[in-house]
């Protein structure tokens, strides 16, 4: 129904128009009246008129011409506006709290006020004047709603748990708002994880992939299959639009070819959710990791051994495999002065300090001793064997031994060169690192793993490769930075060291990777 309607709206708005109440005639006369553009306003930014005219789409600097006409807007009273739509998790909390740390350091006045049970409206005074300058609005729904109203033209931004979907990109080209996976059009604003959840009196406390998988398609329905109780399963999910349950969904089911089952109990939020799996003996669910009250969250593990369990670190590093990035996807247009600072301000070190203080996972590099990473070592002797043997893994410790890991991590998409969304934001966050010289004198060590897959030699090469192109993925990002001042090198270990079992899918993205080590 939401693609549908989306659909609808695709084919009425041929152009990604910013709202305005009515297209009005307008002319635009340069300063020393030798030219004359008239035509339908589209929209103004407080700095540009975007003008149809018989010519085609003009945007035209304001400082250069006078308007006259019944659709000019005031230039001394202009108020940017800016609309926000999506998942509930990222509007009720995450984005507020943004707001209002940005109103603050802008000498702004930010007051919040709930419209209704979806909406919240900020309006941003000027302290010094006391004139409204912003109305920032957020609509809380989900990521299907989120992108339906970007597309539809009736938000500037969507806010998601997932990435945009193939048909949902072919509309957004339908729509006029060209390719929204290229950079610039989505970034990372914050890090969130799905995780498996049971009552807190369960004595289960971790699950396979696998096994999560068959629970979640009705395969297994009873607690004896996991080691429990003669007892039925009862699942607890999110809705369908969900955005991190699609995410989940994607991940857990779809490799393996399941569907879910259609006994799950489904919820409009987390805390209902974690609620209704907290007072269930017998329940189990998916959640939000900021957002699992009471319940008692399970580690991913693998039969081979490995457990992962979902926190700073592993979310930072992406070594925990349902890390879920929180998008923002933005349109071709250009956004009013206010919302682009706005926009820049998520980026900075202030902004992560926000993120973390609210629940979720920021994006600020950092680095893990090598003292703090014991089980990952622990785990490469027990897995070697006749291919990877002592002196590989003497080998590694001796290059690594005297540097620190970074937290940020680079990953792939199934079957692809291209970098997955997370690691897409990573090469950001550390090219810009690199510009602003906060590795300067310093070595950097991209170093490619693989999963174990095919032979040791053959997925050492594969390693490396990924890891050079990483590397210069990297430099290419930080065009400013002052490449004579730091030293950059790749290198890999091909399967030596394992972040969980390679007989599951989730096991074997999170093996393939690439890690970047300082000294």
């Given amino acids: 129904m939401i693609l549908a309607r989306a659909a609808v709206f695709a084919a009425l708005f041929l152009l990604a128009l910013p709202r305005i109440a009515a297209a009005q005639d307008v002319t635009l006369m340069s300063r020393d009246g030798s030219v004359e553009i008239s035509g339908t306003l589209l929209g103004f930014d407080g700095e540009y008129y975007r003008v149809d005219t018989i010519y085609g789409e003009l945007t035209v600097d304001g400082s250069g011409v006078n308007c006259d006409g019944p659709g000019c807007p005031s230039l001394t009273d202009y108020v940017a ?15 507020p709290a943004l707001i209002e740390v940005f109103s603050r350091k802008s000498d702004l006045q930010a007051d919040r006020e709930t419209v209704d049970d979806s909406h919240i409206r900020f ?6 004047s006391g004139k409204t ?6 609509r809380l729904t989900n990521s299907d709603e989120g992108f339906a109203d970007l597309l539809a033209n009736e938000a500037d931004i969507a806010m998601a748990l997932r990435e945009l979907r193939p048909t949902e990109a072919v509309l957004a080209r339908e729509a006029g708002l060209g390719d929204m996976t290229v950079p610039g059009r989505n970034r990372v604003l914050a890090l969130d994880a799905l995780v498996p959840v049971v009552a807190p009196g369960n004595a289960l406390t971790r699950i396979s992939a696998l096994d999560l998988s068959r629970v979640l398609s009705g395969e297994v329905d009873n607690w004896t299959a996991l080691g429990g109780p003669d007892a039925p399963i009862t699942l607890h999910l999110r809705n369908r639009h969900s955005g991190l349950w699609q995410a989940a969904e994607d991940r857990l089911l779809r ?31 998916l959640t939000s990791v900021t957002e699992t009250g009471n ?3 399970l580690a991913l593990s693998g039969h081979c051994g490995f457990a992962l369990s979902a926190n700073r670190n592993t979310i930072k590093t992406e070594d925990y495999p349902l890390t879920a990035p929180m998008f923002l996807y933005l349109p071709a247009r250009r956004l009013p002065k206010l919302a682009r600072d706005f926009l820049t301000f998520t980026r900075s070190d ?11 996972t920021d994006q600020i590099p950092e680095e893990i001793a090598i003292d703090d990473q014991g089980n990952r070592f622990v785990n490469a002797i027990a897995r070697s064997g006749a291919e990877i043997g002592l002196d590989d893994l003497k080998r590694m410790v001796g290059v690594l031994s005297d540097k620190t890991r970074l937290s940020l991590s680079f990953r792939f998409e199934a079957g692809s060169a291209r970098l997955d969304a997370q690691s897409r934001s990573n090469v950001e966050q550390l090219a810009h690192a690199l510009e602003t010289g906060a590795f300067d004198a310093r070595s950097l060590l991209f170093v490619g793993f693989s999963d174990g897959d095919g032979s040791a030699k053959s997925n050492q090469a594969i390693a490396l490769r ?3 192109a990483v590397l210069a993925a990297v430099k290419k990002a930080a065009e400013t930075a002052n490449f004579d001042r730091l030293d950059l090198q790749a290198e890999a270990f091909g399967e030596a060291m394992p972040m969980a079992c390679d007989d599951s899918a989730w096991g074997r993205r999170a093996n393939r990777r690439v890690e970047v080590w300082l000294r």
């Avoid at 506006?81 to 984005?95: C, I, N, T």
């Avoid at 202030?350 to 979720?360: K, L, N, T």
């Fill in 123 to 128: 309006t941003l005074t000027d302290r010094q």
């Fill in 466 to 468: 990924r890891a050079k």
């Fill in 81 to 95: 506006e800016l609309q926000f739509s999506g998942a509930g998790s990222m509007g009720r909390v995450l984005l």
């Fill in 350 to 360: 202030a902004a992560q300090i926000v993120i973390r203080r609210a629940g979720f």
């Fill in 255 to 285: 490799p393996v070819g399941k569907v879910l089952s259609d006994q799950a109990l489904r919820y409009n939020s987390d805390p209902a959710l974690a609620l209704a799996v907290e007072r269930d003996p017998f329940g189990i669910g």
């Fill in 295 to 297: 319940a008692k969250m």
């Fill in 133 to 138: 300058v912003g109305l920032f609005t957020l």
